[in-house]
Each structure stands twice: as C-alpha cells, then as structure tokens.
C-alpha cells in the first residue's frame, strides 16, 4: 500500500530543526582591516584639505589681492580716506572673482561627475550654476554712473559669500572623490 502527498501540502509536517545546531555567528571583524580603512580614511581627509587649501590660495586670495594692494598702497599716501567697508567691497570686482570661483568649481564638478554620479555634486553645480547666472547679471551694471556703491558692495558680498560656500564645498566633494579612486 503507497501514500500519496496531496499536492496542496496538507497533512505533511516539516521536519523539526535539529538539536544542537546554532546559527553561525558573524565574524568579528579583523583589527588590521578596520586599521587600514581608518588610515585610508584619514589619508582621503589630508588630501582633500590639502586641494581645498590650494583652491583658496589660487582661486580667493590672488583674486582679492589687487584690492588690498590698493588699500595698503592707499593708506601711506597723504590725504587718503579710509572707504567704508562696502564702497571698499564694491571696489573688490567680487562679482568677477565670484564667476570665477564657481566657473572652476563647475569645471571640475563635471570632470568628477564622469567619474562618478555624485548626487550632492549635482546639487552644488546647479547652485554654482545659479549663483555664476546671477553674478553675470549683476556684474553687466556694477560699473555704470547710476550705480549705488554700497549696494553693490553689499550685494556682491553676499554673492562672493554664497559662491565661496557653494564652491568650497563643491571643490572638497571632488577632492574626497578622486583621492579615494587614487587610494
């Protein structure tokens, strides 16, 4: 006499679990691997302060430069009147030195993005992007005679700011990028 199984699996009862046995446990993980991702860790940091302190040095300070040249110049000559803060600001071109700064931060986000698709990388370019429109914009009438001096000092200050954040960060995503592939 056989037995047949229903082909609905009724009446068949799954075999208990064996007794004795465990479940394996993770492997604790090894002390020189965990050491070598914090070396390389802290090898990928150094790098990219080491990039972004030149992309000051290069893009910020040499950009403002002729303004302070001028403004130390200015102060040992006779009869110079210190200018206030923004008309000084306003003297800076900083709308320049904001195109600039987010044109080589837009360059260098798009070699990265290439390499990888970055989605913070992305966000920054399209405010590098903004940010470069705005300062095309407002640059085209900074010079001209109706010009208020301490608006467009104040207002390319505040774009100078915006780019130097948006720009700063940009450059040290990519900097962070490129030396993990490199490490």
Avoid: H
Wanted: aromatic share 6%.
């Amino acid at each position: 006499m056989t037995t047949t199984v229903p082909p609905s699996g009724e009446g068949v009862t799954p075999a208990p679990p064996p007794t004795g046995t465990t479940a394996p446990t993770p492997a604790a993980p090894d002390p020189a691997a965990v050491a070598a991702q914090a070396a390389l860790e802290d090898r990928v940091k150094k790098e990219a302060l080491a990039q972004l302190r030149g992309w000051l040095v290069s893009s910020v300070l040499f950009a403002l430069m002729p303004t302070l040249i001028q403004f130390l110049a200015g102060r040992q000559t006779a009869g110079y009147v210190q200018p206030e803060f923004l008309e000084m600001a306003s003297k800076a071109q900083l709308y320049l030195v904001s195109i600039g700064v987010t044109i080589q931060a837009l360059v260098q986000a798009l070699m990265e993005l290439r390499k990888s698709g970055n989605g913070k990388l992305i966000n920054l370019s399209l405010m590098n992007l903004i940010i470069l429109a705005a300062a095309i914009f407002l640059a085209s009438t900074a010079d001209s005679n109706d010009a208020l001096k301490t608006v467009v000092g104040y207002q390319s200050l505040c774009l100078f700011l915006a780019a130097l954040v948006s720009s700063g960060r940009s450059t040290w995503i990519c900097a962070k990028e490129a030396a993990r592939r490199d490490g």
